[in-house]
């Protein structure tokens, strides 16, 4: 016996063209630019206070510790570095025109700080894929 | 300068990252807090376990 799927526990997503009305790009690109920002812009504020905090510290951190801010990419470990701090968007522009963070590594905790500042970033990349996928209605 | 040793900062990267992975992952709140559990006791127990590791291997 065929057993019908039962749909009202499935919240529907955004399908057609109610999903590619307005800005669909915008949750994303302000969730790089501002941690968190994509998931505020979509009324989601818990989800995005906890990506924003997270994110914000780690970044922070890194920085506290002196971690290294790529700033140019001479070999493939300097430009895989500067693809993961770039993923912080303002936050790594505004550091670099601070001048925070080193510009060598020379004791263990500045290489901790190093990898916190970059994962920081691909963390918050990841965080702006998911907004967008919430915008799409590709994730509820 | 902050300095933690090399545990808090572990600890602390293990709570950023799976609260991050907790939410982006799943859907419900109560599955996105069980999955970020999941993911810190995995970040701090595979850190552990690959210490001793090193330690008994180390001449």
């Known amino acids: 016996m065929a057993i019908a799927p039962n749909n009202s526990a499935v919240s ?3 399908t057609g063209k109610q999903a590619q009305q307005g800005l669909v790009y915008l949750p994303l690109i302000a969730g790089w630019l501002v941690p968190g920002a994509g998931h505020f812009l979509l009324g989601k504020w818990v989800r995005g206070a906890l990506l924003a905090v997270s994110i914000i510290c780690m970044f922070a951190l890194g920085i506290a510790m002196q971690g290294k801010l790529y700033s140019s990419a001479q070999d493939i470990l300097d430009m895989l570095g500067m693809a993961g701090d770039l993923g912080n968007g303002l936050l790594f522009l505004i550091c670099r025109l601070l001048g925070l963070g080193a510009n060598q590594v020379q004791i263990v905790t500045q290489d901790y700080g190093t990898k916190f500042i970059v994962v920081a970033g691909l963390l918050n990349v990841i965080a702006a894929v998911d907004a967008h996928n919430l915008r799409t209605g590709r994730k509820s | 300068m902050f300095q933690p040793s090399h545990f808090a900062a ?13 939410i982006t992952m799943r859907e419900t709140p109560k599955r996105m807090f069980r999955y970020g559990a999941y993911c810190f006791v995995l970040f701090l127990g595979s850190a552990v376990a690959l210490s001793w590791v090193m330690y008994l291997i180390a001449p």
């Not at chain 2, 990267?13 to 992975?21: D, I, Q, R």
């Open chain 1, 12 to 14: 529907k997503p955004a």
């Open chain 2, 10 to 22: 572990l600890s602390l990267f293990a709570l950023f990252a799976s609260t991050v992975f907790g």
